[in-house]
């Protein structure tokens, strides 16, 4: 099974500040990446897909970049909306990561 | 509008199955996969399987090879997870989820299973 080790686990940040996040597989997955963010109570929400594209509707403030094994997301402008855990999962055999959780500091 | 509308919470006994409900509305399930999802209580997603409804074929994580069976109606634009041996474990909200434009952008709103005697 291919691993998806998403790091950090959590972060503290304010308002405004630029949030980077990282997926790392456990074997090539190519470009095949996507971005997800779950609000409390809520069902996932599709940002990025593979790697790097936004998906309809979703702020240019998200962006993904990366192939291969190495992944990253970013959000440029932190807002108090986009409180939430965020999880990368590779699309050749789904599998998530563990999620990365925003906290306000 | 593409909506996933899942059946309520289950509750069941060890030992026992459930089966949930997936019914969409605005698309035709015939033309993408259906999939499904879980989180245990304060955990990440976990992908349990997908099928194909156009022809029944399935895959599954590993790990729940022998705990779900994943079916769809296409008359009725439905897809169906049965769970089965119920363990406390299984205790999780479950998600189907399906592709639109892209593999898994669009999702119901979850159905817990809760495994108590």
């Known amino acids: 099974d291919i691993v998806m080790t998403q790091s950090p686990t959590s972060m503290s940040i304010s308002v405004g500040d630029r949030v980077t996040m990282n997926c790392k597989a456990s074997q090539n997955v190519g470009s095949n990446v996507d971005w997800y963010q779950q609000k409390t109570g809520q069902s996932p929400k599709l940002l990025i897909y593979k790697a790097s594209n936004r998906y309809t509707g979703v702020p240019d403030r998200f962006t993904g970049s990366g192939s291969g094994t190495d992944f990253t997301f970013t959000i440029s402008n932190m807002q108090a909306e986009d409180l939430a855990v965020y999880y990368c999962m590779q699309s050749n055999s789904f599998t998530f990561g563990s999620g990365t959780k925003l906290e306000i500091k | 509008e593409v909506q996933l509308q899942q059946s309520g919470a289950e509750l069941g006994k060890p030992g026992t199955s459930v089966k949930l409900s997936c019914k969409v509305s605005g698309y035709n399930i015939r033309n993408t996969y259906m999939h499904w999802v879980n989180q245990r209580p304060g955990k990440g997603l976990e992908w349990i399987g997908r099928i194909d409804p156009a022809n029944g074929n399935t895959i599954y994580a590993e790990k729940f090879k022998s705990k779900a069976t994943l079916t769809a109606d296409t008359s009725s634009n439905t897809a169906y997870m049965q769970l089965s041996q119920l363990k406390s474990d299984d205790t999780a909200i479950y998600f189907c989820?399906?592709?639109?434009?892209?593999?898994?952008?669009?999702w119901g709103q979850g159905a817990s299973v809760t495994v108590s005697s």
């Open positions: 989820a399906m592709g639109v434009y892209y593999v898994m952008d669009a």
